[in-house]
């Protein structure tokens, strides 16, 4: 598991404490939080802290350009990710995924699962640029809205990103 991966323009580096305040001020908005399905809202700096010191795993990272701390990306169980919403449409998702499956595939690791809710156009976009595939919808529950939401869930064959990326 790497420590840090960089890109071009960003760094992905693990969670530190002092993330959190921006951590929670970032996350704590609907227009991000609705579209994730175990994060709650309010977003607060307690879950922020609890998060970095206790639900965070090896391929968690934050997502850093500069001293900016613009989004989160890991893989527990599958990709996930999300980014402030001043940061949209900048393509930063797009490279700090394409980065973190690249790592994944190259650690040895098997295909790779996901997810996202129907209507989050701009998370179908960066799934199918990286290759991802549509499987069933299933409900899953949000956290942060409180009830059961259509999830595409998704699967990229490590076979088809090689293909892709050598």
């Known amino acids: 598991m790497p420590q840090r991966i960089t890109t071009p323009r960003l760094l992905l580096r693990h969670y530190r404490p002092d ?12 227009e991000v939080v609705r579209w994730l399905s175990v994060v709650p809202h309010p977003y607060t700096l307690d879950d922020a802290t609890t998060y970095i010191t206790e639900i965070a795993g090896d391929w968690s990272f934050a997502i850093i350009d500069g001293d900016r701390l613009l989004g989160g990306i890991g ?32 650690a040895g690791h098997d295909d790779l699962s996901s997810g996202c809710f129907l209507g989050n156009a701009a998370s ?9 595939i549509p499987g069933a919808v299933v409900p899953e529950h949000s956290v942060s809205q409180g009830r059961e939401v259509e999830l595409q869930k998704l699967r990229l064959m490590r076979a088809d990103w090689q293909a892709r990326h050598g």
């Open 75 to 106: 893989i527990s169980g599958g990709l996930g990710f999300w980014l402030g919403r001043a940061h949209w449409a900048r393509g930063y998702m797009s490279e700090a995924a394409a980065a973190l499956v690249g790592a994944w595939f190259s």
């Open 19 to 30: 993330d959190a305040p921006e951590l929670a001020r970032l996350i704590d908005d609907w």
């Open 124 to 132: 179908a976009a960066i799934h199918a640029k990286l290759g991802f």
